[in-house]
């Protein structure tokens, strides 16, 4: 698994809210147009902003608040077979499975694991989302 943190997303209790707080009062630019998640380009990397239950819903996992924090790490990777090493590699260093990579309905394949601490990654690959040779994701 290469040394790389692609995405990080905030599961929040209001969306509108949050875009405000980032748009209206840090002045940051969102980089899509969809009302569901909002992504915002960083330096190498994106935020992302969900809504908390879609975030658990998507992990498949529960959202009691002493074992999830709210928000979830991001490794991109540049295929479906990176994804699936990225999995074995985690597990194989003691790591678990949350959800098994499955195919998205944004066109993409994605999967959930946690460390041995329980932080919650999801493992992507995001066809629309370029990876540069340093690693750095970036918004399509």
Do not use: C
Request: charged letters at 20%; aromatic letters at 10%.
């Amino acid at each position: 698994m290469d040394q790389r943190l692609s995405l990080i997303t905030l599961g929040v209790a209001d969306l509108a809210r949050s875009r405000a707080f980032y748009e209206d009062g840090l002045g940051w630019t969102r980089g899509n147009t969809e009302d569901e998640v909002a992504f915002y380009q960083l330096p190498g990397m994106i935020l992302a902003l969900w809504a908390r239950a879609e975030l658990v819903a998507d992990a498949g996992i529960a959202d009691s608040g002493a074992t999830f924090s709210g928000a979830a790490l991001g490794f991109n990777g540049r295929s479906r077979e990176e994804v699936d090493a990225v999995v074995d590699e985690f597990v194989a260093a003691g790591g678990s499975v949350v959800k098994a990579p499955e195919a998205t309905p944004w066109g993409g394949y994605s999967g959930y694991l946690a460390d041995p601490d329980g932080h919650v990654w999801e493992v992507a690959h995001n066809p629309g989302w370029p990876i540069d040779d340093a690693g750095r994701t970036q918004l399509g």
